[in-house]
T-cell receptor, first 112, second 116 residues
Framework: QKEVEQNSGPLSVPEGAIASLNCTYSDRVSQSFFWYRQYSGKSPELIMSIYSNGDKEDGRFTAQLNKASQYVSLLIRDSQPSDSATYLCAVLIIQGAQKLVFGQGTRLTINP | DGGITQSPKYLFRKEGQNVTLSCEQNLNHDAMYWYRQDPGQGLRLIYYSQIVNDFQKGDIAEGYSVSREKKESFPLTVTSAQKNPTAFYLC???????????????FGPGTRLTVL
């Protein structure tokens, strides 16, 4: 089992709809979770971090965390064509050193 | 203007050559990381360093080497032993002091390496 798993997509959503991106992880002691957005040919950009169970909202983005189910998700409301990108889920693993483990990424396309 | 810089943006290497990719940060971050990304793939960790003069192998360290002589700098050398080096290389940094679990990681703009 991979440490962090995402559906690679592609996920296609009409403009104005809600895009839902999901991620599961295997390390039960992980405490910190991150979502990055990566446009084609560019480096990943941090868009959300979440540390506690429940929802965290920032503008059109909502991150949801359920540690019991080892599940983290990202909702994008009122999706715009500019949201079309690959979204990477990352989990902080602490095994002596601290490092982020990334999922494979979900490619999202918003259709006008 | 704080941030992470990588140079060059594009790099071409002939087979059998060693090349060094630069990564510099002025964020005063302790930890630095090197990742490799192949087309349509996720990020794979090559090397990481938590403090100056110390570094650890990641998941795909073979054919690569690093140094961490200064806090601000973490150069990556792609050696001739790396058989398939064509990829997008990303450097990242994050703080490790204080409430480490809240420390966020940021990426440089990347270097695209092509073997001719």
């Amino acid at each position: 089992q991979k440490e962090v798993e995402q559906n690679s997509g592609p996920l296609s959503v009409p403009e104005g709809a809600i895009a839902s991106l999901n991620c599961t992880y295997s390390d039960r002691v992980s405490q910190s979770f991150f979502w990055y957005r990566q446009y084609s040919g560019k480096s990943p950009e941090l868009i959300m971090s979440i540390y506690s169970n429940g929802d965290k909202e920032d503008g059109r983005f909502t991150a949801q965390l359920n540690k019991a189910s080892q599940y983290v998700s990202l909702l994008i409301r009122d999706s715009q064509p500019s949201d079309s990108a690959t979204y990477l889920c990352a989990v902080l693993i602490i095994q002596g050193a601290q490092k982020l483990v990334f999922g494979q990424g979900t490619r999202l396309t918003i259709n006008p | 203007d704080g941030g992470i810089t990588q140079s060059p943006k594009y790099l071409f290497r002939k087979e059998g050559q060693n090349v060094t990719l630069s990564c510099e940060q002025n964020l005063n971050h302790d930890a630095m990381y090197w990742y490799r990304q192949d087309p349509g793939q996720g990020l794979r960790l090559i090397y990481y360093s938590q403090i100056v003069n110390d570094f650890q192998k990641g998941d795909i360290a073979e054919g690569y080497s690093v140094s961490r002589e200064k806090k601000e700098s973490f150069p990556l050398t792609v050696t001739s032993a790396q058989k398939n080096p064509t990829a997008f290389y990303l450097c990242a940094s994050r703080p490790t002091s204080g409430a480490y679990s809240y420390n966020e990681q940021f990426f440089g703009p990347g270097t695209r390496l092509t073997v001719l």
